[in-house]
């Protein structure tokens, strides 16, 4: 790795493109977890902004200090040994299944735009994707610096026209979406969720980022970071929530909005969305890889291709059904990890840095 550290901007970069994902940029994980409770999910929403912003900043600079070289290192000073194996599971599970959506939500995209079989796209999704992993850290971040930039302005002028082009008349009806989400019973639920599902896939990226940067510069890329993804998800609640019912009946509810009233701003919009699904698909693989070589003692290349050959025909399955049971199921289990985690924290936040936590009673 080079001796040049990552600057706040690149960081910056790195914790969007750990957090913004298909779900995200295409509006239906905002729809499901926010949009559907109206005032309430506006709330819940305003809540995740701060637990992003100020916490990921946090936890990143953190996790600078402690210069993790993979989650299952993490896991092991956090929970010791034999509870780290259960933890590290359910963090693999976590990545695969992500790694997974993404994938084929790419893969539809790719169909989509291009006019090829479903499997062929989603094989040259995970193709490029396993050019990037097999780089590491330092060509993820490279691909973040790349790539993010052009995903903030995208989505930024797409929401900006919807949202200046519409009426506000209409902006405190009833919300009714799409195959709703049983488990999603209230504001509160989805905001324990939705952190908890996201923060998981986030902090194996986000050690991934903080090898490659220092403290302070890690806590203000995380801030500006969080404070990015604030600014647009507020822009897509905004424009969905204006443009409501028209997606309601839509898996890719912005992407719908634009396909059917300004088709031009479809085409630009389009890369957005798939550099969303493949930086997220990316920092998934990237984990998953270094999991599997760390577990089983595989060379790290094999593990990526064997990666890559489990994940392509499953993704094949399609976007809307995977998402539904893969990220409800893995919010559960993430909430009850990240309370262990933040347990130990408080519990153990003077303690010496020499010593894993697990050592200490």
Known sequence: MRDKKAGVLSVSFGFVGAFVGAGFISGQELVQFFIRFGVGGWWAWLATVVIISLGGGWLLGWIVERKYESFKEMSEDFFGLKWSKVVSAVIGGYLAGGLMIMLSGAGNLVEELLGVEMFWAVLLVAGLMLLVILGGGERMMTVNRLLVPVLIISTLVAT???????????????????????????????????????????????????????????????????????????????????????????????MWVLRENWRWFYYLFAPSVLVAMFGVATAYALGMS??????????????????????????????????????????????????MMITKLLINKNRNYDKPFNSIN
Not at 196 to 204: D, F, S, T
């Open 160 to 254: 900006v026209r919807l949202c200046w082009s519409r009426s506000w008349g209409g902006i405190g009806e009833e919300i009714v979406i799409k195959n709703p989400s049983p488990m999603l019973i209230n504001p509160l639920v989805s905001f324990l969720l939705y952190i908890g599902y996201n923060a998981l896939g986030a902090i194996v990226a986000l050690i991934n980022i903080a090898r490659q940067t220092k403290k302070g510069v890690g806590v203000a890329g995380g801030v500006l970071g969080g404070l990015i993804i604030s600014i647009l998800g507020s822009l897509l609640m905004l424009a969905l929530w204006l443009t409501y019912p028209i997606w309601n009946q839509a898996d890719l509810p912005i």
């Open 290 to 339: 270094k999991y599997l070589n760390c577990q089983f003692k595989l060379p790290f290349r094999l593990c990526c291709f064997l990666l890559v050959l489990v994940s392509v025909p499953i993704a094949t399955l399609g976007f809307s059904r995977l998402l539904g049971i893969i990220y409800p199921f893995f919010g559960m289990m993430a909430v009850g990890i990240l309370v």
